[in-house]
């Protein structure tokens, strides 16, 4: 269920001020207020109101991005195992994803690949950290390492490689850790951000693009953002009820111990029946070791024992599946037989 105060914010913000309350929405200067002194707060970014853009989700965001830098021809390069959603979104501007595996063991960027992807039709390059579905924050070193390759990159075609930072996790993070946003490091960089994470609300679209603070020649960049949210896309602004409760959401906090709490029983349980699964430094996701090479049907086996999970392979990430960590505790405890149960009948047999 969403985190306390959620559904009062949401009660708060539905009562009309005045006739106008439910109008059409833009980017409300109080939103973009309200985002650019929280990336400040919570994260140490100093982004100003007008580089700030509130979008109907983070999916939203994204596809603004690629829309704005890739068409027919172009290339993007995409970090794998990737979200799900971003080849499909690559495709739809006309543009190639270009995949490049993270590393097999750390889960850390593979920088040597990287460059060695990067060519003269290389418009962009998207980056989730923390990242979906290994759990990895990239350290602030390997995002150095990163701008200064993308850098390089630039000056020898002459032309910008963008950096669109995906990091809807970035408050999901584990053991005290912090997350530092690639936006920091990059100038020609895009941050895109959703609130279903933390909200546990996916159906309830906000999100926002918010521009690397040493972005350069950033007018011609606003505009083409306002144009692409209120003509090209249908008006892929947030509804105002949204906007309207940001202020409130924004105290709402998702209980990190209670899930580091779940993360930490799971793991320990999973290894004691026998799988292999590391701890996540972020997200809510588990990605275990699938007992069997085929992933896909191992994951037939676990729902046969009613047990869901998402298996690796559509995700780019063959032999693993991920488990959610937003199940109640009760549902944990109770899966834990039937995960057993399942691994004692995958080691007895092999997949037909």
Request: charge should be negative.
């Amino acid at each position: 269920m969403p985190p306390s105060g959620f559904v009062e914010a949401l009660q708060k913000a539905a009562v009309p001020r005045h006739e106008s309350w439910y109008t059409y929405s833009e980017n409300l200067p109080e939103s973009r207020a309200i985002v650019s002194e929280t990336l400040k707060a919570k994260r140490g970014l100093s982004i100003e109101p007008e580089d700030i853009f509130m979008t109907n989700g983070g999916m939203a965001g994204l596809s603004i991005c690629l829309q704005l830098l890739a068409g027919e021809g172009d290339e993007v390069i995409i970090i794998t195992p990737p979200w799900l959603g971003y080849r499909r979104m690559i495709l739809d501007t006309g543009a190639v994803p270009v995949g490049v595996p993270v590393h097999p063991i750390t889960f850390d960027l593979d920088l040597e690949a990287i460059a060695s992807a990067i060519t003269e039709r290389t418009r962009a390059i998207v980056i989730n950290s923390p990242h979906n579905p290994t759990g990895k924050i990239y350290s602030v070193p390997i995002i150095e390492q990163l701008a200064s390759l993308l850098t390089t990159a630039s000056e020898h075609y002459s032309q910008p490689i963008y950096l669109i930072s995906d990091e809807v996790f970035s408050r999901i993070v584990f053991d005290n850790r912090s997350c530092p946003s690639l936006v920091q490091f990059y100038p020609f960089s895009f941050l895109v951000y959703s609130y279903s994470k933390i909200l546990i609300a996916p159906g309830q679209r906000l999100g926002y693009i918010a521009l690397s603070p040493t972005m350069p020649n950033r007018e011609p960049i606003r505009n083409a953002i306002y144009v692409a949210q209120s003509v090209i896309f249908g008006w892929s602004f947030p509804s105002a009820l949204m906007q309207y409760a940001l202020g409130d959401l924004e105290q709402v906090e998702l209980d990190l111990d209670y899930l580091q709490q779940k993360r930490d029983s799971m793991v320990k349980a999973l290894r004691e029946i026998g799988y292999k699964v590391e701890p996540p430094e972020a997200t809510f996701f588990l990605l275990v070791q699938s007992p069997w090479q085929d992933d896909c049907a191992f994951a037939e086996l676990l729902a046969s024992h009613d047990i869901f999970v998402l298996p690796g392979t559509p995700q780019e990430i063959p032999g693993y599946f991920r488990m959610s960590l937003t199940a109640n505790n009760d549902m944990l405890a109770r899966s834990l037989p039937k995960l057993q149960a399942a691994m004692e009948y995958a080691m007895a047999n092999f997949p037909v």
